[in-house]
């Protein structure tokens, strides 16, 4: 006879709006939840909604959901729901954002949290207001080689830090036949336009590591003025294309040169992150570019480049083998597992998710580096 199975915890009860790119990277997380080992809480996918109702279909397959909504306010009317994830674009995050928190659910909301900084700032104070949780999706620090990166930085064995770089880059856009979409649009997607796209990949790590800058000089470019709008002629292509920020962050009480770089057209790189802090006793460097190997640096009588390879160091322990090496959809678990731990007080030491606060403080970088763009002056925060 089989013994009955001890009671599992409510899973927690997760509804997405925008069934879009990353909606179904959400979806699929959760359906392989039985592949973490020590998270404490489960999710369960129960309901979704978009505008475009062949974009719910893809849904169907998922067991757990039980509501495919056309209207958002339908979604949060029901009952049942104790978290929305929403994914859409960047011009109606306040209005869906603000919207989820006041009907009593709590959010994981996509970067880069609201069109603007003013935006950002209505959605966090509401959001401290109502004391709901919220977090903002930024995936890429839950690499291991990012964390190993991170705990290195945040050691305070680099010695005094010289120089940082963090960098976010893409390159399909070097294409001019690629049809225009919502993100090179400013009305759709900000005025801060790659930044607001790619800048909370970039800035996450340095704000969770206290290096906010407290200068910026920017140069932003935007490099194809059209693209085919896909039915034969050619749509006005008007958001920031590539932007390389010279900054200064206090790091040990010094003023320290933060090169941060948000580019869709870096020759050759297909959705690179990189985070590099050298000191003058170590220094880290990991790139997705190189997913496994985490390069650092420490001097000695000669000067040395070691480089480790790295397993499947998740914060959250999986079923996977220690020597296999993750990949976007796992650091994306990895993100869900911090949110849902987080949320339930279980968190630990591990690393958290992107909080309100820090997605307000990189929209105040992004309208800095906008204004140094248009007067070409250094513009202190
Ligand atoms: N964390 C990441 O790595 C990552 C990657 C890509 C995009 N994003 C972010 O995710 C968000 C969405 O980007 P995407 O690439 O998934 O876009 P997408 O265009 O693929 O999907 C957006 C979806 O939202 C739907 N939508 C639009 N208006 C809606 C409404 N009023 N109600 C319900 N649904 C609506 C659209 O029909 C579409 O299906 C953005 O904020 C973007 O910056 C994050």
Not at 67 to 91: E, K, N, Q, S
Not at 177 to 201: F, T
């Amino acid at each position: 006879m089989s013994q009955p199975a001890p009671s599992a915890p409510a899973p927690v009860r997760v509804a997405v709006i925008g069934a879009g790119l990353m909606g179904r990277e959400v979806a699929s997380a959760f359906g392989r939840w039985f592949a973490l080992l020590d998270c404490p809480v489960r999710p369960e996918l129960v309901a979704v909604c978009d505008t475009r109702a062949a974009a719910l279909d893809w849904f169907r397959q998922v067991p757990t959901v039980s509501f495919l909504d056309t209207d958002y306010h339908a979604l949060l009317a029901r009952p049942g729901i104790d978290v929305v994830y929403v994914a859409v674009p960047h011009h109606l995050h306040e209005s869906i954002y603000l919207d989820v928190l006041r009907s009593g659910k709590d959010l994981f909301a996509e970067k880069p949290f609201g069109i603007d900084l003013a935006a950002a700032r209505r959605v966090r104070d509401e959001a401290v207001r109502l004391g709901r949780f919220v977090r903002v999706s930024s995936e890429f620090p839950f690499l291991p080689g990012a964390q190993r990166a991170l705990q290195l930085a945040a050691s305070g064995s680099l010695g005094r830090i010289l120089e940082v770089r963090s960098a976010f880059l893409h390159s399909s856009d070097l294409d001019p036949s690629k049809p225009i979409n919502w993100k090179r649009q400013s009305q759709y997607c900000g005025e801060a336009g790659v930044m607001n796209d790619l800048g909370l990949h970039v800035a996450h790590v340095p704000l969770r590591l206290g290096w906010k800058p407290v200068s910026v000089h920017a140069q932003l470019q935007k490099i194809y003025a059209t693209r085919p709008d896909g039915r034969g002629g050619a749509a006005p292509c008007d958001t920031w294309d590539n932007a390389t920020l010279h900054t200064s962050a206090v790091i040990g009480g010094h003023p320290v040169p933060m090169t941060l770089e948000m580019k869709r057209m870096a020759p050759g790189e297909t959705n690179t992150w990189i985070f590099e802090a050298l000191g003058t006793d170590r220094g880290v460097r990991f790139s997705t570019k190189e997913p496994k190997t985490l390069w650092t640096y420490r001097r000695e009588k000669e000067q040395v480049w070691e480089k480790t390879d790295l397993g499947f160091g998740t914060p959250f322990k999986a079923i996977t083998g220690s020597i296999f090496e993750p990949g976007f959809p796992d650091i994306l678990m990895q993100m869900w597992a911090a949110f849902l731990a987080e949320r339930a007080g279980l968190l630990g030491d591990r690393f958290g998710c992107a909080t309100p606060d820090e997605a307000v403080a990189q929209h105040e970088v992004w309208a800095a580096a906008l204004a140094s763009q248009r007067d070409q002056a250094v513009v202190r925060l």
